[in-house]
């Protein structure tokens, strides 16, 4: 079953710390797989997206990473702001399917 | 150029009514997806329309219908409404159905009461 699964489920940081957050799926065929970010209430906005071949991709202060082989994929916040504070969604591309984690909620905190 | 736009913002409808949201993809896109995501949820796939056709379903009942139009705009109408049917609707847009990505317009927040 194509499945994509998100840890953890929420998350409290103090501002100007780092954080990382997982993916792990099982979704078969492989397209591609991007990160959004939600804010409460909004569309998601696309982050970062990464094919196969790629293991790493940065958009500012986050980076995200992917291990195919293990199905693994992070996001990595760097010197968290206070703007920070939404869902961030994992969104697995397939067979011309979109499988969506449940996302993970993150607070920062002053 | 214009991202995804969806209308209205908000909408709140009581049980049994029928409703109808919009959406306007991003220049040069010609594929919509819709979705529904409930409060502290990930969006859940209702559907996906490109050229003008119902290509893919998600497992929503025939009470959630869509359209397409030949400027690729598309509309979701959902009819005899429950409670559980409160979400908040997304529309994406992408350039063909099988997309490298796929774009997210800001939402229809849906009360029904």
């Known amino acids: 079953k194509n499945q994509v699964e998100q840890s953890p489920q929420s998350l409290i940081i103090l501002e100007g710390k780092n954080c990382t957050l997982q993916c792990n799926y099982t979704v078969s065929p492989f397209s591609n797989l991007r990160w959004y970010k939600q804010d409460t209430g909004r569309g998601p906005v696309s982050l970062t997206i990464m094919t196969f071949s790629e293991n790493t991709k940065s958009n500012g202060r986050y980076t995200a990473t992917l291990d195919a082989d293990t199905k693994q994929s992070s996001l990595h916040i760097t010197a968290s702001q206070l703007s920070d504070s939404a869902s961030y969604i994992c969104?697995?591309?397939?067979?011309?399917?979109?499988?969506f984690g449940t996302g993970t909620s993150l607070t920062v905190i002053p | 150029d214009a991202g995804v736009t969806q209308s209205p913002t908000h909408l709140i409808k009581t049980r049994g009514q029928q409703v109808t949201l919009r959406c306007s993809p991003k220049?040069?896109?010609?594929?919509v997806s819709w979705y529904q995501q409930a409060l502290g949820q990930g969006p859940q796939f209702i559907f996906q329309y490109y050229e003008e056709e119902e290509r893919q379903r998600g497992n929503f009942p025939d009470r959630f219908s869509g359209h397409q139009f030949p400027n690729y705009s598309s509309e979701l109408n959902v009819n005899a409404l429950l409670l559980g049917d409160s979400a908040l609707y997304l529309c994406?847009?992408?350039?063909?159905?099988?997309?490298?990505?796929?774009?997210f317009g800001p939402g229809t927040r849906l009360t029904v009461t």
């Open positions: 220049s040069g896109h010609d594929t």
């Open positions: 969104v697995v591309s397939g067979g011309n399917q979109f499988y």
């Open positions: 994406a847009s992408s350039l063909g159905p099988g997309a490298y990505e796929q774009y």
